[in-house]
């Protein structure tokens, strides 16, 4: 964003707060709402992609070595992907552990 | 479409202005007393006379949702309801509003259930009276076949972009059948020149419309919000004024009658307007000092004009059609006593509440309104309202 949004003015907002910049949810970093974390074991990873599908936050990215691993700065911890992945290889870890 | 004259139900001219208005898709649910329009609209797309989508919705829900969807893209939108139908449809009416979205609806007043009635009042539109659309009331047949084009007008201006919505009396405006003028093609094209909405959606020009608010931009959306629909009042004085340089017949947020040299006044909006000037007209040649107040611009509200017509009468009587419970009582008279509070000059209000669910008001019970209203100002019994013809 131009501005962060507790900055924006009300004559700033396009009319009918239209959000014309394309991917600003990039912004809105929602981590820090997570209670717990996905840690995944590589040596049981098969490197199918299910929990790069399934994600609903669209946070998991591929690693250079072909293994999926959540962006922890927008992961809400959910559990969606621990839930999906065929192979048992992602734990829920408590943020508090 | 040539100029023309003719006996037409106020319905069907309704739909045939939205037809040469060019309108791109039309989404609506029948309920009476609506249903002639987009029932005569569905025909004129059908025989190919309209190249329009017409969408035969589930539910209003669906038809204001498919109007927020059309208007999104910049299509020229109509629809049309009527009391329990704007009832389903108002979680989108808001919506539509909030959103800046384009577009016209034909609201068909008409009261709420219960008891379940199909009549006219203005419960339904009270409901949604402070969503944010532009909300104007008309008096008959051709009112109502000019404030179509003059709705888009105002609606697409690239300076308001919000939904319109067209206030006509159910049955006693819907099913009646008046000579009505109609333009023709090339006037309307003129008038009315396709539009281009800003920010529209489309794959080359990605925008995400209604997103989620933080506490932190809330407030500015609604302040964005307030400010279109009060900067849109100049525009449409433009519009109306525009459309009667072109057919003579020209149109005021609050029109008088016989109101200048009066002494104490009569408001109402809608077709009341027409049976007042006429019972006004009679008491005049009796020798009272009386005049009609018609507003026909509900929101925004036009305070610079009722504060011109209104200061400085002794009295007004308000005519209401419909009730804020437990509150003001009447809509109109709880506006007028706001806009008017603390005013030089301001007068004294007295309120009914009449013709609740189609309940006739003639003439006499007219006449009997004004002469009673005067009398309560007179005597100073200005708190609350009266509901007139109440048993008991």
Same mark, same amino acid.
């Given at each position: ?97 | ?75 020229? +939108? ?61 008096? $008959? ?82 302040? $964005? ?125 007295? $309120? ?29 019994? +200005?708190?609350?309202? +009266? ?6």
């Amino acid at each position: 964003m131009a501005k962060p949004m507790d900055q924006i003015t009300w004559r700033e907002l396009e009319v009918g707060a239209v959000v014309v910049e394309v991917g600003n949810a990039m912004e809105y970093e929602t981590g820090s709402w997570r209670s717990e974390r996905p840690v995944v074991n590589r040596e049981q990873c098969i490197k199918c992609g299910v929990c790069w599908l399934f994600c609903p936050d669209v946070c998991i990215v591929r690693a250079p070595e072909g293994h999926f691993e959540a962006n922890l700065t927008y992961c809400k911890g959910c559990g969606i992907c621990a839930k999906e992945c065929p192979v048992g290889c992602i734990t829920m870890i408590s943020e508090e552990e | 479409m040539p100029k023309v004259r003719k006996g037409v139900e106020v319905s069907i001219a309704i739909a045939d202005a939205v037809a040469q208005a060019d309108t791109d898709v039309i989404a609506a649910y029948p309920i009476t007393p609506q249903t002639h329009i987009v029932e005569h609209l569905s025909e004129i797309v059908a025989n190919g006379e309209l190249d329009a989508e017409f969408v035969p919705v589930d539910s209003e829900h669906s038809a204001m949702s498919v109007c927020c969807g059309s208007s999104a893209v910049g299509a020229r +939108t109509f629809t049309s309801t009527s009391s329990q139908g704007l009832a389903l449809m108002s979680e989108i009416f808001f919506i539509a509003a909030a959103m800046r979205l384009p577009m016209v609806m034909a609201l068909a007043n008409r009261s709420l259930s219960s008891p379940l009635s199909i009549w006219n009042d203005h419960t339904d539109t009270m409901m949604v009276r402070d969503a944010g659309w532009v909300h104007i009331f008309v008096e $008959n047949g051709q009112e109502c076949y000019d404030n179509i084009f003059c709705s888009y007008r105002m609606s697409e201006d690239p300076e308001v972009r919000l939904p319109v919505a067209i206030n006509l009396d159910g049955f006693i405006l819907t099913h009646m059948i008046e000579p009505i003028e109609y333009e023709d093609d090339e006037t309307i094209r003129k008038y009315l020149p396709p539009f281009t909405m800003i920010n529209a959606l489309h794959p080359d020009n990605p925008v995400s419309m209604g997103c989620f608010g933080m506490p932190e931009i809330y407030t500015e959306t609604q302040m $964005n919000r307030e400010h279109g629909i009060r900067n849109s009042y100049p525009v449409i004085l433009k519009a109306w004024d525009e459309w009667g340089k072109l057919t003579g017949r020209y149109y005021r947020p609050v029109e008088t009658y016989r109101a200048d040299d009066a002494e104490y006044c009569i408001v109402t909006m809608g077709s009341y307007g027409e049976t007042a000037m006429e019972v006004v007209d009679t008491l005049r040649a009796e020798g009272e000092k009386v005049g009609v107040v018609k507003i026909r611009l509900w929101r925004p509200f036009p305070y610079d004009e009722i504060r011109a017509a209104l200061l400085g009468k002794k009295s007004l009587v308000v005519i209401d059609r419909a009730i804020s419970f437990g509150g003001p009582g009447g809509p109109v008279a709880s506006e007028l006593r706001s806009a008017l509070y603390q005013k030089k000059g301001a007068p004294t209000i007295v $309120n009914y509440v009449a013709g609740l669910a189609g309940r006739d008001v003639s003439r006499k019970d007219f006449r009997n309104i004004i002469l009673e209203g005067k009398e309560k100002a007179r005597r100073g019994e +200005t708190e609350g309202f +009266t509901l007139y013809g109440l048993r008991g």
